[in-house]
């Protein structure tokens, strides 16, 4: 998505370690207009797809989640990352974060995901794919259908999309990151692109 990488370079700050930080349009403030083009985006990629809900995890994911929500007229439901005391029956899996390095527990209410459900997963960035695991388990707990899953940015050089293919889960990222490191993006050349 040329837009998005003509963002990522103008706004972004990476960091030696693999870090990118996009604070100024997704992360902290948000930028709506942008968002907004990436929901239609998402759409589009998945557009073969016949799903009735959109999975999200808190908190950068719900922003893109709603507005594809918005846009397929279907609810989203985000992935809790503690359980609140009123929660009764829900799934519940580990999930490792990288940025903040530590585990963590979360859920979700055995109300809102269930068989039958067809989902797609939406989130902001694809790094080793531990939050992207943690929720494909919740949905199999579930016995829902995870039919693809989206990541506004992918960093490539981690494992992420490897592991999750490995899974036979469908990825669609709108950027992809070859390398990066302080102040220099390379970005995966794709097909369509060339
Ligand atoms: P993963 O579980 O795939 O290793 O990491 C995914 C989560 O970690 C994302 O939802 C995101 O919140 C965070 N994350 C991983 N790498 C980065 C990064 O380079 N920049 C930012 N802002 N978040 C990241």
Same mark, same amino acid.
């Given at each position: 998505?040329?837009?998005l990488k003509e963002r990522i370079l103008k706004d972004g700050k990476s960091f030696d370690g693999g870090i990118l930080k996009v604070d100024s349009f997704i992360n902290h403030q948000m930028d709506p207009i942008l968002m907004k083009s990436i929901a239609a985006e998402f759409v589009k990629r998945f557009s073969d797809l016949n799903i009735n809900k959109i999975i999200t995890i808190e908190a950068s994911g719900i922003a893109p989640a709603i507005l594809v929500g918005l846009?397929?007229?279907?609810?989203?439901?985000?992935?809790?990352?503690?359980?609140?005391?009123?929660?009764?029956?829900?799934?519940?899996?580990?999930?490792?974060?990288?940025?903040?390095?530590?585990?963590?527990?979360?859920?979700?209410?055995?109300?809102?995901?269930?068989?039958?459900?067809?989902? =797609?997963? =939406?989130?902001?960035?694809?790094?080793n794919g531990n939050a992207a695991l943690g929720v494909r388990d919740l949905i199999k707990q579930a016995g829902a259908n995870l039919m693809g899953m989206g990541f506004i940015i992918e960093k490539s050089f981690q494992e992420g999309r490897g592991r999750l293919m490995d899974q036979g889960v469908r990825?669609?990222?709108?950027?992809? =990151?070859?390398?990066?490191?302080?102040n220099s993006i390379e970005f995966v050349q794709t097909v369509d692109e060339e």
């Open positions: 998505m040329e837009l846009e397929l007229e279907l609810p989203v439901v985000f992935v809790k990352k503690a359980k609140p005391k009123t929660m009764q029956d829900f799934y519940a899996t580990q999930v490792y974060s990288f940025t903040k390095d530590r585990t963590y527990d979360v859920c979700v209410s055995n109300q809102f995901l269930g068989e039958g459900d067809n989902v =797609i997963f =939406i989130d902001d960035f694809l790094a990825v669609e990222s709108l950027v992809r =990151i070859d390398w990066l490191s302080e």
